[in-house]
């Protein structure tokens, strides 16, 4: 593949440049939401199940430091894995129907192309007008469908939390308390990095 030479294009073609980098992060940002997604769907099917199903058999929950390890352990596990492999282990845990395994099959496929064959595929759309503006279509396109396989494996375990007796209400005030001190903390130290 030749490098672009953005200094060849006039001032359009270099703002076109840039829009099809965006919309190829946008897209790549989808996929990553899509893995990362899947590994908070297997998280709460499959490992806070068994700390549920393990609290009732003993009667006892687990401690917050109890929890955070198992948590810690268990996301770094899968962050580790592929997308693929995240979507293997989320069919064989999860039920799910053939629309859904449709999905993620082009999911996969989306990402891989995206990840390993974009650029290089369409080199010459690359160099002119036309052809970026395929590419800025096509990548709008791609979020869109990685975004709807991303939905669609929330939809799909939905129902995990409230039938072992979480309650999912006060876990997401929560959740958008700790989104709030958090961003309380960046906009007071903006060189901070987010823990």
Known sequence: MTH????????DGEFQVREVFAYY?????AASCVEHGLTIALMKAELMSQVAGRARREHKVPTTAEWEAMFDDYMAKHDALPLGTLIQRFRKVVKTPPELQDLLDQALAQRNFLAHGFFRERAISFSHDAGREEMIAELDAAHDLLDRADRAVQAAVEDVLPRIGVNVERMRTQTEEIIREQLALARANPLRKAE
């Open 25 to 29: 992060g946008r897209a790549a940002y």
């Open 4 to 11: 672009f030479d953005e200094e060849d294009e006039g001032p």
